[in-house]
C-alpha cells in the first residue's frame, strides 16, 4: 500500500508557499518597535490606547483596541512590536483568505489553485499592503475583515452549508466588528443586504413548471436571512459600547471622552476629520489625480494590472453577482481614496487592490487555461513566468516598504527624554510628537516627572479633563485669555517650557 504523503501536501502547498514567502518577507521588514515608516505616524497612539484601555482618535476602532491589547500580552519583544506583529498576521490571514475565496469561487482545479496563490502573492507584494503589514496601523485588520465578508458571501456557505442561518448571523456578526475596527465598512453595507438576501428566479421554469410563455424575472427577498444578518450586526456592533467603558478606565488618552451620547457620537462619526471630504484647495484635484497615478500604478505591475482587467471581464463566468459586487467595491474605494483630502488618503486604495487581486486570480486561471489549449505545457511555462514577475516585483518593494531599521520615532523619543528639563511643560504639535511621547511616557513609563501638553487638542473641554486627570497637579484653565497655549504657560510659571516639531529631524526647543 502506497503511504505516500505528497497528495496531501500538493493539496496545502499553496498555503505554504502564502505562510512561507510572505511570512518571510515580512518578518525582515517588519518595524522593531515605535516607527513613522510606511505614514505609521498613528502607531503611538494605538498602542499607547490599547495598553492604557483608553480610546483611540476618530472613530475609536473598539476592534482594533481590543485585538491590539490581546497581541501586547505576547512575551515577545517590545510592545510596539507585539503590536506590529498583530499587522502582520492578519496581513498572512486575509492572503490566505484570498486564496480559499478564490478557490472556492472557480473550482479545485489546477489551474484555479496556481491562479488562487499568485492572486494571494499579487496583493500581498503589493506596496500599498505590504507597508501596512509591518507597522502598528489598522488597515490589514481591516482587510482581513473585509476578505472574510467576501468568503462568506461568495463561497456558497461552504464552511456553514448546513447551518444557513448560522452563516447568515455570522456575515452580520463579521459586518458589525468590521464597522467597529474601521468605518469604511459602511461601503460593503449594499452586498450584506442584498447579496443572498434578493433571490431571483425565472417564472417560466419555477419549480421546473410552465407557468407563463412570456418568462420574466420574479424578485423575492429572503426575510428570515436579512433578519440574521440585522441580529448578527447588531451583536457586532455592540463593540462600540467598549469606548464607554475605556472612557471611564482613568487612561491618559481618550480621545472625545464617549461616556455621553454626544461625545460618542463625535468620537465615533469622526467629526474631526469632516472638513477632509469637501475642502478641496486649489490645484488640489491635479495633484491628487498625478499622486493616485503614480501610487496605483506600483502596486501590481502592468503585468497584474492587464490580468486584473481580463479577469473583471471574464468575472461574468464565474458568477455575474460576484462580478458586479466586487466592481461596485472597487470603484466606491477608488472614489473615496481620491476625494478624501488627506496626504496619506491613498492608503484606502489597500481595500480596492483586494478585489483586483482576485480578479488577477481570474485573469491568470483564464490565460493558463487558452495558452494550454494550445499546446501542452505551455500554461506551465506561462506559470513560471509569472511567478517570476511577482518574485521580481516582490524584492523591488522589498526596499519601498522595509521598516525594520527605521528609528525615526525612537531617536526623537529618546532625545526628548533625554533633553527636556525636571518637571518641563512639553508642547507638542503633531501626531509624529505627540504619539511618540505618549508611548515613551504612558507606556514606557519614562520620565514621569513631564507634562505632554498636544497644543491643536487644546480648545477641547474633553482633552483639558483628560489633562487634569492625568496630571492632578498642572493649573489647566477653564478659558483662554489668550491662546490655550499661552494660558496653560501662564498657570504653570515655576515649570520649564519645551515645545517639539518634526520635520527632517525631530526637534525640541526649551526655555525657561
Known sequence: MNFSLWPKIKNWLPQLV???????????????????????????????????GGVAHPTGYPTYLLLARSFQMLPVGSIAFRTNLLSLVFAILTLLLVYYTFV??????????????FAALAFGLSPLFWSQAVITEVYTVQTFFEALLLFLLFSHGQVLKHHPIGLDFLIGLVYGLAMGNHLTTIFAFPLVIAVGVIHTENALNLQGKTISNNP??????????????????????????????????????????????????????????????????QGYLAIKLRAWVQVSA???????????????????????????STFYLFVAFVLFSFIYSTSDSFVYLIFALLVLSLWVGIGTAETIKWVSKIRTGL????????????????????????????????????KVMTIAPPQALVFTEGDKDSFTLWYYVYVLKQRQDMVVIVTNLLPYDWYRSTLRMTYPALSVPVKATESWKASVISGNKDRPVCSTVVLNQGQINCWQ
Not at 505562510?19 to 497612539?45: E, F, K, Q
Not at 472625545?256 to 467629526?271: I, R, Y
Not at 502592468?302 to 471581464?313: A, K, N, R
Open 18 to 52: 502564502i505562510l512561507c514567502v510572505l511570512g518571510m518577507a515580512y518578518g525582515l521588514s517588519i518595524a522593531p518597535g515605535l516607527t513613522w515608516a510606511n505614514n505609521g505616524a498613528d502607531g503611538g497612539d494605538l498602542i499607547t490606547a490599547a495598553a492604557t
Open 104 to 117: 472556492h469561487l472557480t473550482g479545485p482545479f489546477p489551474e484555479s489553485r496556481v491562479a488562487g496563490l
Open 216 to 281: 420574466k424575472t420574479r424578485w423575492s427577498i429572503r426575510w428570515k436571512v436579512l433578519l440574521y444578518r440585522i441580529l448578527g450586526a447588531f451583536v457586532g456592533l455592540m463593540i462600540y459600547l467598549s469606548l464607554y467603558f475605556r472612557a471611564r478606565s482613568g487612561s491618559p488618552v481618550n480621545w472625545g471622552d464617549p461616556v455621553t451620547l454626544k461625545n460618542l457620537f463625535w468620537l465615533v462619526s469622526g467629526k474631526l476629520y469632516a472638513a477632509n471630504l469637501v475642502a478641496f484647495p
Open 298 to 324: 506600483k502596486q501590481v505591475g502592468i503585468i497584474g494590472l492587464i490580468l486584473g482587467l481580463w479577469g473583471l471581464y471574464c468575472a461574468k463566468n464565474v458568477s455575474r453577482e460576484f462580478m458586479f
Open 379 to 414: 500554461g506551465v511555462v506561462l506559470s513560471l513566468i509569472f511567478f517570476l514577475f511577482l518574485a521580481l516585483h516582490g524584492l523591488k518593494t522589498y526596499n519601498l516598504v522595509d521598516a525594520s531599521k527605521n528609528t525615526d520615532a525612537i531617536a526623537f523619543g529618546e
